[in-house]
């Protein structure tokens, strides 16, 4: 759309796994790799990760930020955008905001100091944090939201951000990523009905929400053992050993990520997917990548996630799924039971005018949101 992006990053880590098919696709990106995280250095890493202010890439960030005060007026960005997490990124936007006179949007992939999994071991600390989120909400001539629960939750908190100030530009799915290679899939297992899990596990206190389900449906409905199988597909490490333990090896199969243009058919060849997110009522505002594959791709979803959160909002608002809330396993076997006879049955339908209100998660449409956003600055000369 006319934009010349430069972007600041990190070095990869030793630890990180790196696409090579998805960096042709950003390869003409002028890209200034800065510093490295060493990940190898685990007690470092958590003793950084406690007691830093803000978080552990602190330094980086004021790294990058006495850099691009430092520049020459000619390398001046017009505009900057910083994402986070990790949300110390916003101090690189706060100190050019305040020093430079930048425009600044502050985006927010997840929540900060009222996030699910945020965690905080001082009361100093604590407060320090919530001092600079609310320095970002005060300063940043826009804030980007990835869903609207996390939006409203900024709005009516102790943070009180202006309505307008904000705007939601949810996470996405990219239309040339799922795209069929026409590839033979190898489906383990493969029954009448075969439902997919794309993306890493959590451990078996939470991914052992869906299997405890699915086993008490068999009890209940035995002959489903024949007619069912589950691929999951994505990072195996935290696999855990309940789905042998609940003697659920001949329905549900497990296979190590694949890549990026792999996945269209691996989407394809499925009659459904799932996702799941932990019990907890601060998820409420969350969804998995995951999800927007799935829709994406045109898929029935079932979730297990919190009552009247955003993922069952979506999936009610499209009639594209079924969602069960996490606390009660034998409801949560019934519903899946409910959502298996409606993939049978065809109920879940991606008309046209589905499809064309599903485009605010293509990323292609999000493409145009962000820039209608920056348009609506005025830009430094």
């Given at each position: 759309m ?7 990053a990190?070095?990869?880590?030793e630890t990180d ?5 998805r960096?042709?696709d ?5 890209v ?6 060493n990940?190898?250095r685990?007690i470092i890493h958590k ?7 803000i978080?552990?890439q602190?330094?980086?960030a004021?790294?990058v930020?006495?850099i691009?005060l ?9 505009i900057i955008i910083t994402?986070?997490?990790?949300h110390?990124?916003?101090?690189v936007g706060?100190f050019m905001k305040?020093?430079?006179g930048?425009p600044?949007v502050?985006d927010?992939?997840?929540h900060?100091?009222l996030g699910?999994?945020?965690r905080?071991y001082?009361f100093?600390?604590k407060r320090?944090?919530?001092w600079?989120e609310?320095?970002?909400y ?8 990835n869903?609207?629960i ?5 709005i009516?908190?102790?943070f009180q ?6 705007t939601?530009?949810?996470n ?6 799922l795209s069929r290679q026409?590839k033979t ?5 493969k029954?009448?009905y ?11 206190h939470v991914d052992?929400?869906?299997y ?6 068999f009890q209940?409905?035995p002959?489903?053992?024949s ?7 994505g990072?195996l490490v ?6 042998h ?12 990520g ?5 996945v269209?058919d691996?989407?394809?060849a499925s009659?459904?997917?799932?996702t799941w997110?932990?019990?907890?009522i ?5 969804i998995?990548?995951?999800v927007?594959d ?9 979730s ?5 959160g955003?993922i069952e ?12 809330a ?10 899946f039971?409910i959502?298996?006879?409606q ?7 991606y008309?046209?005018?589905k499809?064309e209100?599903?485009?605010v998660?293509?990323?292609?449409h999000?493409?145009?949101q ?9 830009f430094k000369?």
């Open positions: 006319g934009y010349e992006v430069h972007v600041y990190t070095n990869p880590g796994w790196v696409d090579d098919k960096l042709k950003v390869s003409s990106v002028p200034s790799r800065i510093g490295r995280r990940l190898s685990a003793v950084k990760r406690r007691l830093l202010p978080d552990f602190t330094p980086w004021l790294k930020t006495k691009l430092n520049a020459p007026d000619t390398d001046d960005p017009q994402s986070g997490p990790p110390s990124m916003h101090i706060y305040k020093l430079r930048t600044w502050a927010f992939r997840d900060f100091t699910p999994e945020y905080v001082s100093i600390g320090i944090n919530q600079f609310n320095q970002i005060k300063n940043a001539n826009r804030i980007i939201f869903t609207k996390n939006k409203e939750d900024v009516y908190s102790k951000l202006e309505s307008d100030k904000g939601v530009i949810y996405g799915y990219d239309e040339s990523d026409n899939i190898s489906w383990k297992g029954k009448s075969n439902y997919l899990y794309l993306g890493g596990l959590r451990g078996d052992g929400i869906f405890k389900a699915l086993h008490k449906l209940i409905r002959h489903l053992r007619e069912i199988s589950i691929q999951i597909v990072n935290k696999k855990g050993n309940l789905v333990e609940l003697e659920l090896d001949d329905v549900i199969f497990f296979s190590p694949v890549p990026y243009d792999e269209g691996l989407l394809n009659d459904g997917c799932l997110q932990r019990n907890r601060t998820y409420r505002g969350t998995a990548g995951k927007f799935y829709i994406g791709a045109k898929k029935p979803i079932f297990i996630g919190i009552p009247n955003e909002n979506i999936l009610k608002e499209f009639d594209i799924g079924q969602s069960a996490p606390d009660n396993i034998e409801q949560i076997a019934l519903d039971n959502f298996h006879e993939v049978k049955t065809g109920q879940f339908q008309t046209d005018h499809i209100s599903l485009k998660f293509s990323r292609k999000q493409a145009y962000l820039a209608e956003l920056i348009e609506s600055l005025e000369k």
